[in-house]
């Protein structure tokens, strides 16, 4: 297991205690939480890039698709 420090914006680490106090978990399971979540959102998004880059298709950044 890693410790880790973290610091946070006011306004976040307000969402964050409002979460800790209507969900009765503490922080750390939250943010356990998000990382995953995260994290795996970010795994799947590499794969479907890698996978288009095989395939040789042109990938779209989300700018370029707000402007199309």
């Known amino acids: ?3 880790v420090k973290v610091n946070l914006p006011k306004k976040l680490e307000k969402h964050l205690n409002y979460l800790e ?3 009765k978990r ?3 399971f939250i943010i356990q939480e998000a990382l995953i979540r995260y994290l ?3 795994e799947d998004i590499a794969k479907v890039f ?3 880059r095989k395939k040789g298709d042109k990938t779209y950044t ?3 698709l707000h402007n199309t």
């Open 1 to 3: 297991m890693i410790d």
């Open 21 to 23: 106090a209507v969900s």
């Open 26 to 28: 503490p922080k750390e």
């Open 40 to 42: 795996e959102d970010a």
């Open 50 to 52: 890698k996978r288009e």
């Open 62 to 64: 989300t700018e370029e």
